[in-house]
């Protein structure tokens, strides 16, 4: 199949994606209907057979161990969309970025920081993001988690297909 774009992501653990996915439910619908709740590695991945070759040589990389946070949103001039902040206390994402940093066509991707998506300004209009923000800026959201895969997925016209997963050694 041919897709429009490649990356790189982490999918939540399920208790995790739970919470995330009943606020996404409410405030987009289409967006949560087209991908479930994820941290982006890369955004474009360039070439998928080196993403997948350096993914299961690299004994560097483990499995990611991070924690989901507050919400906040985007500045205007990038859409003011909706996430939840996410950190990388064991910098375990962040050596996943630097095994992975020549496989992206957009290496700005790189300096990004990690999040998941909650409402989109994509799939979401400029109304419903201003009702999601009154309402989700006063969300409290702390939790640990853990992802032990990296998978590549695609991106077809409506809606984002797992090509592969690649398990990440655990901590």
């Known amino acids: 199949m ?5 990356q790189a992501t982490l999918f939540l653990p399920q208790r995790t994606s739970v919470l995330v996915d009943e606020l996404r439910r ?7 209907d087209r991908i479930r709740p994820h941290v982006t590695v890369l955004r ?22 991070l924690h989901l946070g507050a919400p906040a949103r985007a500045p205007q001039d990038k859409g003011a969309g909706i996430y939840l ?3 990388d206390p064991y910098h375990d994402l962040s050596l996943l970025w630097s095994a992975l940093r020549d496989c992206c066509t957009e290496p700005d991707v790189l ?4 999040h998941v998506t909650v409402v989109h300004p994509r799939t979401a209009p400029p109304e419903r993001l201003s009702q999601a ?6 969300v409290s959201m702390s939790q640990e988690f853990v992802v032990d ?7 077809t016209r409506d809606k984002w297909e797992t090509i592969e997963c690649i398990p990440l050694v655990a901590t």
């Open 85 to 87: 902040q996410v950190a």
């Open 2 to 6: 041919r897709y429009r774009r490649l």
């Open 133 to 138: 923000w009154t309402e989700l800026s006063h």
């Open 149 to 155: 895969e990296v998978a590549l997925i695609g991106e």
């Open 44 to 65: 474009r991945v360039s070439d998928a057979e080196l993403l997948l070759a350096r993914l299961r040589a690299a004994t560097e990389v483990r499995a990611c161990r």
């Open 26 to 32: 409410r405030w987009d619908p289409v967006m949560t």
């Open 111 to 114: 300096e990004r920081f990690p």
